[in-house]
């Protein structure tokens, strides 16, 4: 950063601070316990500007003020800006800012939570949480479970304060947890209005505004401090699920490779480059994993993040003076081992002051200059040598002795006394409001003593110091805790962390916790792709063969031998780290386990008003959008209650949900997601207490036939409001699916039909499948002959189908190919032969037969069509127990059906049919398509039903144009009972 100029600093004046319940007579400092103690000194300081530094600066382009999210007017001089945190505002918003600046924001947190990062993505119209920068066409990392973004070189100074999503307590009842809401700063949705003053507090021009992470209420940076402190979860409360009723003490983001820091992420990056590019291939959304597709992009991705790597390099773009000689900046050993520096721009003539200020400002440091020092830093075969720098010394003699190279210099603290010191510690009760105390220590007091100084502190005179102990919690890439022992001396251990690094000292606290009897909250783990219809004794010997002594499991909860799955338990919670990372890159019989960490559903402390959602997303399905979807509903619901398929499929959520009484299901995918989920439910459901949940459907496949006849649409769109569809599955209505098995008999061979089974894994000895359970519909003939097309197409080349138009453009290509064109369905009714409810069907000429049991086929047309009252045939419904028996002429039929310019032929209503097939046919069920030996045909109704919930109509309110009643009076409100009768019998009439 350049520093020649000499701006206006604007800074507030200090004033005393009272701590809260602390006398007004005391003095500063006191003696206690033998040692000098700061009793009334307090972390939150009365700066009115919360600790901003402020400059005047002009702005050659709209800006706006990052407090009242207006413009800066002006020709020059139009505002203020933060050197540290880059917030901007207006003089006349100073006094009334809220927002702490980034150097100082750790401390205001209490209860540090880590963040949950994702794969480094890249976004627009989003700002960093830190540097307040925006998103161009850079990386960036996103937190999953709240609306938190970072640069990759703003990483090491992001605030540690992700919602907590799994809080269960044993100890205190459900009513006695009381839950704030989760304030998140900027990134808020254009729309978005201020709950207080009901005006437009939503932005894309700057990071201003609040919104509660778990509740969606959105407010002003002024405004939100007026709103009640209490959340209630706002529209979603009845299906959200209560953080305060489940438990997870390890989780997936704890154990999984950490990417987001900065040596794996380069090395992965690295790696990329170094491997052999691969075929272009257009890809829906770039993500940086380990697939091969997206190793083309890692030159050009590493380059940009290379570019945001430091937030002061980012910042001298915008600097109109930003022509100065680049300094690396180092803050201890550890950072120059990782070779993670910070980059500062200076002009060439600035002094050594101006260095060191512009080196507290990149990482972010509150503190006088007058305390620091810059010495030069050589290595030498392996032995680092420093010197330290004088006033004497300057920019042009540096550059020198590094050879034309960017000089690296350590930012060293002035030790002026280093036998005492002061560190900050915490209540460990998170529902107690005070505030961090100061203690005074020096290097020989113990942990012990902190402990009774801090119950001094707390005004716990009668506590017991052995029933306390000091947690030491550094907020570095995370939370890393650890519990210190008694005869331990935190100054020491302070001094050595500072030559290490000035920014892991800084963001070292204590907390003083009281010795509780720890309850056994046991870590869950969901270990899948082992071989199947084996006894649960085998299951366990399998999975100890591939652990050791150290990563034991306790017991297995639940065993699914027909998928073999099963759900283990630990109640050692580092032998669950260690046994999921041996698990998850072990193979049995050629195959990768599936394993994740799965939470446990406490339902004594579930409201009994809450009916929870489960949310299961096919990250597959329609142009992977469901990556998308996923990510937006894990922001608004509890993360922990939505699961990707990719993982492990509908079991893991399915078991975590089997002992609730009543809950819902939300499948995002296509049809034939739909039907796996409710095959996996039908063959568990005899485990669980709420056997058939009601579902809905959130369209993301190619067809979308089931959720358009359930009202929910024909495919989810980009930009739609996922908030707005949530509130419509809460009132949705129950409705009932008729479920059908249709069980393949080849010639020479028999299957017994049972109407209770719904498994479609069996198959023939030719590896044929001979038993499927139909929800949608069953084809045979010129409609099954296009599905099988397309399905080779796409199994030829899957990279081109992420698109839904694209797939339908494939179908019309496909058709338009057999027009013209003998096709081995053409007669098809000579070759099949149908016996409905016992009765043989007489066929007319066709080329395909399909069998209805909801109203919409090919991607929302109706071939079955609205029934007259002067016609034989029913109306079609998906629960009247009937199926519908429709032929087809022709590809030009399906044609016409598809353009609503003709219906199919009707041939009639059944609730069984027996189809006997004298060649080898294509045929498929739900859109899976194959060729079908020749044999018969059984088509009969499943015992088990599934509940569906259906979208409601929207009611629109219509205005009251009648004539208000002036008064109470007994002869008015007759006389308005009087008008309201007739007015019913006059439509009665």
Known sequence: MNVSGNPRRVRPEKQPVILPGSDCKETMESLSFGRRVDITADTESADTYHHHTFVKKSFHRPTFCHHCTEMLWGITKQGLTCEVCNFVSHERCLYNIVTPCSSVASDRIKEPVPHTWSDPVQAR???????????????????????????????????????????YEESKEMGEKKFVHHWREGNLPPSGKCAFCKCKCGTTECLSSMKCSWCWTMAHCGCYKQLPQSCNYGALAEILMPRSCLSMPVTNASVKADLASKGKLKKFWLDAIKAPKPKKVKTPRARPVSDAHVNQQARRRYLKANMMENSAETRAKDDETADGQIVKIYDGYIALSKRNFKTIQVQKDATIQ???????RAYLIKDEASNYYLSSVSDTDGEITEKRLSEL???TSLTKVSMGKAPSLFLRYEDKDTR???????????????????????????????????????????????????????????????????????????????????????QTRYYLRKNEQPTMELARMYVGSLPINLSEFKYKQIIQKMLDEDSMFASIDMVYAQY???????????????????????TYEDKLLTVLFIPEIHLDKLPEDHCPLLVFVNTRSGGCQGIDVQDALRKMLNPHQVFDLDQGGPLPGLHVFSQLKEYKALICGGDGTVGWVLSCLDDIGQESVCSSPPIAVLPLGTGNDLSRVLKWGGGYQQGDDLYQMLQTVMEAEEVKLDRWTVVFE??????????????????????????????????????????????????????KFNNRVYNKIVYLRQGMQK???????????????????????????????????????????????SSDTQDEFQRASHDDGMLEIIGLTGVMHLGQIQGSLRNGIRLAQASHIRISMKTDMPVQ????????????????????????????????????????????????????????????EIAQI
Not at 133 to 162: I, M, P, T, W
Not at 354 to 360: F, S, V
Not at 789 to 795: C, S
């Open 819 to 865: 027009l013209g064109r003998k096709t081995n369905c053409r007669e098809l009714n000579k070759e099949i032969l149908i016996d409905v409810d016992n009765k043989r069907l007489k066929l007319p000429t066709l080329e395909g037969i399909l069998i209805l049991n909801i109203s919409s086929w090919g991607s929302g047309a109706d071939p079955w069509g």
């Open 125 to 167: 119209k989003k700002f960093c949480n830190v540097c307040r920068r925006k998103f161009d066409d850079g990386v960036l990392l996103r937190c999953e479970v709240c609306e938190y973004y970072a640069h990759l070189g703003c990483l090491d100074f992001v605030v540690s304060d992700c919602r907590k999503c799994s809080n």
């Open 746 to 799: 080849p010639e020479g061979k028999h299957t017994e039909i049972d109407n209770k089974s719904n498994s479609s894994n069996s198959s023939s000895g030719d590896d044929m499948p001979n038993l499927f359970v139909m929800n949608n519909y069953f084809g045979i003939g010129i409609d099954a002959d296009l599905c099988l097309g397309f399905h080779n197409a796409r199994e030829e080349k899957p990279e």
């Open 925 to 984: 069920v739900d859109g899976e398509p194959w060729m079908q030996l020749s044999g018969e045909v059984v088509v009969s109704r499943s015992a088990l039903q599934a509940t569906m919930l259906k979208k409601r109509k929207h009611r629109i309110a219509r205005r009251n144009t009648e004539p208000a009643i002036s008064g109470d009076s007994a002869a008015q409100r007759d006389q308005a009972k009087l008008v309201a009768v007739n007015s019913e």
């Open 420 to 506: 005492r010191g002061t560190i900050k510690v915490f209540s460990g009760d998170p529902d107690t409001t005070s505030v961090p105390r100061p203690i005074s220590i020096n290097s020989h007091i113990s942990v012990e003593e902190v402990i009774e100084m801090a119950l001094h502190k707390f005004r716990i005179d009668d506590g017991d110091p052995n029933d306390y102990s000091l947690m030491e919690v550094v907020l570095d890439k995370g939370v890393q805790e650890r519990v210190m022992e008694r005869y331990e001396c935190p100054w020491p251990q302070l001094l050595k962390a500072r030559r290490n690094s000035l920014k892991q000292m800084k």
């Open 564 to 586: 073999g799955s099963a759900c283990v338990s630990f109640s050692d919670h580092e032998a669950a780290v260690k046994a999921y990372k041996i698990l998850k890159d072990t």
């Open 354 to 360: 101006q260095m060191i200020e512009a080196a507290l």
């Open 393 to 395: 010394d300057n920019l």
